[in-house]
């Protein structure tokens, strides 16, 4: 499973992948014959991957409702976007995105975005797409509202966001 964009290639993280971030980084890298990077994952990914890997073991329809690799023109890992989960009982999911700090402000995390909400809404079960950024995060508010996401509320510190299957980019 992969999604191609114009710059952009993004592919969900497997088992094996989770196995060796978590424990052999660079098997990863090489696998997908990428430039190491020691600044990636980050720790919040770090921290998600062994409670991931241990969905995908008991459940292998988690592929996809989980972290995604975002791979640049040169395959070289820039970020990460994904959901929290599969479809909740009302079709939602929440989407989070990390992009490395020098391939910010280039437009990636928008493409990226745009991508993943194609994807996601290419599924019956999938209504609304979800996000909550902090209040102070301005340019992941821009990468949202560039992609259709309407801010629904305010829960100091942070702005929850929502896009429903159906609204335009």
Known sequence: MKILTKR??????SK?????LIHHPPEFFKRN???????WPHDGLKSLLPL???????NPDVIGYGPWVILNETKSVIGDIGFKGLPDESGAVEVGYFINGEYREKGYASEALKAICEWAFSHESIH???AVTDQDNIPSQ???EKNGFEMIKHEYPF??????NGDLC
């Open 128 to 130: 609304i797409i979800k």
């Open 8 to 13: 952009l290639m993004l592919f969900p993280i």
């Open 142 to 144: 821009r990468v949202l």
């Open 52 to 58: 991931y890997a241990e969905d995908l073991h008991n």
């Open 159 to 164: 702005y929850i966001y929502e896009k429903l």
């Open 16 to 20: 094996a992948d989770a196995y060796d």
């Open 33 to 39: 014959q990428s430039p190491i990077r020691y600044d």
